[in-house]
């Protein structure tokens, strides 16, 4: 019709538009990151993530055969074994029905004992909330049909949304045909997080990197 405006994207949107999944997680391609940024950005911006804090963050890890750097990209790895989960005394760290690990701000005090107990530094203190937060992979998008910021910010697609726990999906046959492997397994979490190009000396140099603890208990890479 003459003199109407086409609809935004995001107008119209539905949780009938959400694909229900039995593990939610993102699989990750190293080979394609090219240390960007662009994913940390759009969180913060979505998430409203406060200065010090993030709920995705890129590592820059040497390689060991030229004088470059290869791009690791982390975030909560929505553990099937989540250590957080029981670490909480206040029972405010929940798994959804899609496999996800979440946070209930309702319920949580502010204890620290979730930071202490995940193995990633995925989780962190709001300084203005005053409650644990970390990446839920964008709940208040994909229950409307919508990639979490951080996989529809990425320029390269190193990173891609999906069911993890569906051997027909799409993430899975990538994961699966690229051999993807899970950061950190020697932790014992079962991650849901796959990646894809992971090597050995990425791995040590991930697990080398110490978290420390800020005012309010906003992390930091020492």
Not at 121 to 126: H, R
Not at 127 to 155: H, I, M, S, Y
Request: hydrophobic share 35%; glycine share 8%.
């Amino acid at each position: 019709m003459a003199g109407q405006s086409s609809p935004l994207p995001w107008e119209g949107l539905s949780r009938d538009r959400a694909v229900a999944m039995k593990q939610a997680a993102i699989l990750v391609d190293i080979r394609r990151c090219v240390g960007c940024h662009a994913c940390g950005v759009a969180c913060k911006t979505e998430n409203d993530v406060p200065l010090g804090g993030f709920r995705i963050r890129t590592h820059y890890v040497q390689r060991p055969d030229k004088p470059t750097f290869a791009f690791v990209p982390m975030m909560c790895q929505h553990c099937k074994d989540a250590p957080c989960i029981p670490a909480c005394p206040n029972e405010a760290i929940e798994r959804l029905p899609d496999g996800r690990v979440d946070i209930n701000k309702a319920k949580c005090k502010s204890d620290t004992a979730c930071m202490d107990a995940c193995p990633y530094g995925a989780i962190y203190v709001d300084p203005q909330t005053e409650k644990a937060d970390k990446c839920n992979l964008c709940t208040q998008r994909t229950e409307v049909g919508l990639q979490p910021a951080c996989v529809e910010a990425c320029p390269t697609e190193a990173l891609r949304f999906g069911d993890m726990g569906a051997e027909d999906s799409e993430v899975a046959r990538l994961a699966a045909a690229h051999k993807a492997v899970a950061m950190k397994p020697d932790a014992k979490t079962n991650p849901a997080v796959r990646y894809i190009g992971l090597e050995a000396y990425m791995q040590d140099q991930a697990k080398g990197i110490q978290l420390g603890k800020g005012e309010n208990g906003v992390l930091y890479e020492q």
